[in-house]
């Protein structure tokens, strides 16, 4: 796979180059594909690099190679036909393409209108990691409880994902509806901390527990991919007790020192994914 124009700059403060972010794609493929496959993606694309306008890439563009497996989707008023990520090259296509940043859907392309993955972000209103630190243990106490295991993951922003594998046997509706009722409920036990307004003007300061992007057709970063941000942050899993240490914070790794973390496998086996009835029974009985 052909790289053009490989020298141009994407991001401007650390010259690094289209060819930096596909030699990225190709070192970090063994660890990034296995969370984009089967998946729609939506592109984050900075042709001009990051500090030039950006776009959001749904619809897989003709000229791309047949190789590419691509997914198509209803939507309102018609279809949409999504990339799918199933081998480095397309990888590689895509840093091409300035896709600087892959967002993945929470169902796979034979299940579309089934999640396996329930995403929680935890959204801070100023770069204050220590909030979200605690909003992140607040959420995996109340989760465990429910008898949903949950694994972290740096944003490459201000903020941390909590994500719960699920079993697939409920629609994009009903996990958003689960997941807004689990942070109603962990937002009314610290009102000075956490709120789920999506207004910001109604937020107070406050940390926002988002998870809107639980719904059909919203996608949230994939694992390992990398933000438009100076420095070239990723998006990256780690361990509860990495969360911990005073290093850390949402752009602790980036494009240079992410594979040793990656290499580590912090999520640990894929996990099971878990059926929400007898957790929508259990915070039932907490609300």
Known sequence: ?????????????????????????????????PQLRGRPLMLERHPDGIDGPRFMQKDTPEHYPDWVRRVEVAKEGGTVVHTVAEDTATLVLLADQAAVTLHRWQSRADRLDHPDRMVFDLDPP?????????????????????GLPSLPMTTG????????????????????????????????AH?????????????????????????YAQTAVAPYSVRARPGAPVATPLTWAQLDE?????????????????????????PRGRSLAPARRKLDTLR
């Open 1 to 33: 796979m052909e790289v053009h124009r490989p020298d141009k700059v994407l991001f401007p403060e650390d010259g690094l180059t289209k060819a930096d972010l596909a030699d990225y794609h190709r070192s970090v493929a063994r660890y990034l594909l």
């Open 126 to 146: 100023t770069d204050d990691f220590a909030a979200v630190r605690r909003a992140a243990h607040q959420l995996r106490e109340l989760l465990d409880s429910l």
């Open 157 to 188: 922003s201000k903020g941390v994902h909590i994500i719960v594998a699920l079993d697939g046997r409920c629609d994009h509706d009903e996990v958003r509806g689960f997941a807004r009722a689990v942070a109603d409920t962990l937002a009314e």
């Open 191 to 215: 009102p000075e901390e956490l709120t789920t307004a999506a207004r910001k003007d109604a937020r107070g300061g406050r940390l926002y527990l988002d998870v809107q992007r639980n719904g």
């Open 246 to 270: 005073p290093e850390t914070h949402a752009r602790r790794w980036t494009v240079h020192n992410v594979l040793e973390q990656a290499r580590a496998r912090p999520w640990g086996p894929a």
